[in-house]
């Protein structure tokens, strides 16, 4: 399985923009780049995701690096909401037939939101 | 539609007892994902279903552990015997396709003592 490296944690002002980064160097060509959330007490919610061109949505956006050996989830205006645990996933497309089309959830960095 | 609905939100049960955790996935999802999450080990696929068929329960930790899907719109993750180290977030997940956008529900949180 392809694997994603990511900050333990961040922390962000209030109305600012966030950059979480994730490496993902032994990514495959066709692997897509998911990114979820989990709030607190919550269960993990969807955010974005990509294959190689930036995707933008409601959200956030998803910029992928050109060698797509790491891309960047921003949010534009970081609110108190935004809060949680990021976890950046590789997923293998449907066909591949390895099961590795699964979620597979690493540990995540942990977003701060300082008011 | 409610989105994925999980009962009971919290259970605690005494060692040894056997743990019914239920789950109704979001109407016209074909798939079901049953996870577990604790501190130690993060989030953990047990096992999924396709149209109410297990695919791949390579993830369900033992034998006292089992699931059901007895149709659409129901699944079940049974513990028999319960052990404390079983204790943890169980979330039922729901969605279209295996690749698309999964759905997650409130989770269960269990507590064996």
């Known amino acids: 399985d392809a694997k994603t490296t990511q900050p333990n944690s961040m922390e962000s002002n209030e109305e600012e923009p966030v950059h979480l980064p994730c490496n993902h160097s032994?990514?495959?060509?066709?692997?897509?780049i998911h990114w979820y959330r989990q709030l607190p007490s919550q269960g993990p919610e969807y955010v974005i995701h990509?294959?190689?061109s930036n995707v933008n949505n409601r959200m956030a956006s998803l910029a992928i690096a050109e060698d797509r050996k790491s891309s960047t989830l921003i949010l534009h205006r970081a609110t108190l909401r935004d809060a949680a645990v990021y976890y950046c996933?590789?997923?293998?497309?449907?066909?591949?037939?390895?099961?590795?089309?699964?979620?597979?959830f690493g540990k995540g960095t942990k977003l701060s939101v300082i008011p | 539609d409610a989105g994925v609905i999980q009962s009971p939100r919290h259970e605690v049960t005494e060692m040894g007892q056997e743990v019914t955790l239920r789950c109704k996935p979001i109407?016209?999802?074909?798939?079901l994902f049953w996870y577990r999450q604790t501190m130690m080990r993060g989030l953990e696929l047990l096992i999924y279903?396709?149209?109410?068929?297990?695919?791949?329960d390579s993830g369900m930790p033992e034998d006292r552990f089992s699931a059901k899907m007895p149709n659409a719109s129901f699944s079940t993750l049974k513990i028999q015997p319960s052990e404390p180290r079983d204790s943890a977030v169980y979330f039922c997940?729901?969605?279209?396709?295996?690749?698309?956008?999964?759905?997650f529900g409130q989770g269960t949180r269990l507590t064996v003592v």
């Open positions: 997940a729901s969605s279209l396709q295996v690749g698309s956008e999964a759905f």
């Open positions: 990509g294959l190689t």
């Open positions: 109407s016209g999802h074909d798939y």
């Open positions: 996933i590789l997923r293998a497309p449907i066909y591949s037939g390895a099961g590795s089309y699964q979620l597979t």
């Open positions: 032994t990514i495959s060509g066709t692997d897509y």
């Open positions: 279903f396709n149209n109410n068929v297990p695919i791949d």
